[in-house]
C-alpha cells in the first residue's frame, strides 16, 4: 500500500424488488412502497453499497466475505450492522470516512421527501456530519422497474497523517 493519507472506496449493489417486501434505503423504512427488496438481510442497498465502498478503500474484499448470504444467522439482518463492522475495520486500521456519495436508482416510489432522513441515517452511522453524506436519486427512465441499483464512493483519510499534523504545518 502507498503512504498517501487517502484513499477512494467505491461500491455497487442491486437487489431483485417484489411486492409483500420491506424496501429499506440507509436505514430508513420507505413507507407505502408497492415493491420492496429480495434479500438474504433487510436487503438496504444503500447501507450494503456504503459497507462495500469502506472496505474496498482499504483493499478490505467485500461484504460477502464477512456476511456470507448462505449463513443462516445473517437471515433477515439489520444491514447496519455490516456497515459497523465495515468502519470497524476501516478504524482500526487507522482510517476514517471523510465523505461519502450515493447514488440509487430506482423507478417508485420517488424518494426524494426521504433525501435528509437517509443522508441523516447513514452519517450518524459513520459519525459524520448530515453534509459530509450526499445522497441523489435517479430513475431508470423505465428500463429497470423491478430493481433497486445503488452506488457509493467514499473518500478515507488515514488519522495519523493530517496534514495539519505535519511539522513545519499550521503555525510553527
Ligand atoms: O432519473 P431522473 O433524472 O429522471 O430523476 C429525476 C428526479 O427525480 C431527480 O431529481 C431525482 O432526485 C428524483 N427521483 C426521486 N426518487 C426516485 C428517482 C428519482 O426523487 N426514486
Ligand atoms: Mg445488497
Known amino acids: 500500500m502507498s ?3 487517502f484513499r ?7 437487489h431483485r ?13 420507505v413507507p ?22 469502506l472496505l474496498s478503500g ?10 456470507p ?29 471523510v465523505n461519502v456519495a450515493v447514488v440509487v436508482t430506482l423507478d417508485r416510489p420517488k424518494l426524494g421527501p426521504l433525501r435528509a432522513e437517509i443522508a441523516r441515517s447513514v452519517a450518524a452511522l459513520l459519525s459524520l456530519p448530515e453534509g459530509d453524506v450526499g445522497i441523489s436519486f435517479k430513475t431508470s427512465e423505465g428500463l429497470a422497474p423491478l430493481h433497486v441499483q445503488t452506488r457509493a464512493t467514499v473518500l478515507l483519510a488515514r488519522l495519523l497523517a493530517r496534514v495539519d499534523a ?7
Open 32 to 53: 407505502h412502497a408497492e415493491l420492496g427488496a429480495v434479500a438474504h438481510s433487510d436487503g438496504d442497498a444503500v447501507l450494503h453499497v456504503v459497507a462495500d465502498a
Open 69 to 97: 448470504d448462505t449463513a443462516e444467522e445473517w437471515r433477515g439482518m439489520d444491514s447496519r450492522v455490516i456497515v459497523e463492522r465495515a468502519l470497524a475495520l476501516v478504524q482500526e486500521r487507522g482510517w476514517v470516512p
Open 3 to 5: 503512504s498517501w493519507p
Open 58 to 67: 482499504l483493499a478490505l474484499g467485500d461484504i460477502g466475505q464477512y456476511f
Open 166 to 172: 505535519a511539522p513545519g504545518v499550521g503555525g510553527e
Open 8 to 14: 477512494v472506496g467505491f461500491g455497487e449493489d442491486a
Open 17 to 29: 424488488l417484489e411486492a409483500g417486501r420491506r424496501l429499506v434505503l440507509g436505514g430508513v423504512d
